[in-house]
């Protein structure tokens, strides 16, 4: 597995993962590119040629990000290296605040989201296009 800078094709070459699925209606090249030209970070993991993962962080201001993360059955299989890129990111960032919202009925994501030393700040409701819930969490240095 290779990690590289993330590119718009990137973004849209993810099959994502069936807990992700959801999210596909809202992944066009617009939001691809918005991901890949916001201020912040962002990285993709091949494997040979095929995208298994992108994730990054989007800058909300100066002191405030916002990760984000698509996941394909694939990358769930070589998960220890995304761990570890994972927390490097995090610990490099310049951000105080790091925010992430994590489906209400994902567990795995739930788990992940702790382990990487989020808090669970609250519950939003009706948050996903089909209407699901999902959790506020938080990372503060």
Do not use: N
Not at 13 to 36: N, Y
């Amino acid at each position: 597995m290779k990690i590289v800078r993330l590119q718009t094709e990137h973004v849209l070459a993810v099959q994502l993962q069936e807990a992700q699925a959801f999210a596909l209606p809202m992944i066009d090249i617009g939001h691809a590119r918005q991901l890949v030209e916001s201020e912040g970070v962002g990285w993709a993991a091949l494997d040979g040629d095929d995208v298994i993962a992108c994730a990054g962080i989007v800058q909300a201001h100066a002191q405030r990000g916002m990760a984000w993360a698509m996941f394909s059955q694939r990358a769930l299989q070589q998960f220890k290296l995304i761990h570890r890129v994972t927390r490097h990111v995090l610990a490099s960032a310049p951000w105080r605040r790091i925010e992430m919202t994590v489906d209400a009925r994902h567990e795995a994501a739930i788990t992940w989201a702790e382990r990487l030393g989020f808090e669970r700040e609250g519950l939003m409701r009706a948050v996903t296009p089909d209407g699901r819930d999902c959790f506020l969490y938080a990372k503060v240095k």
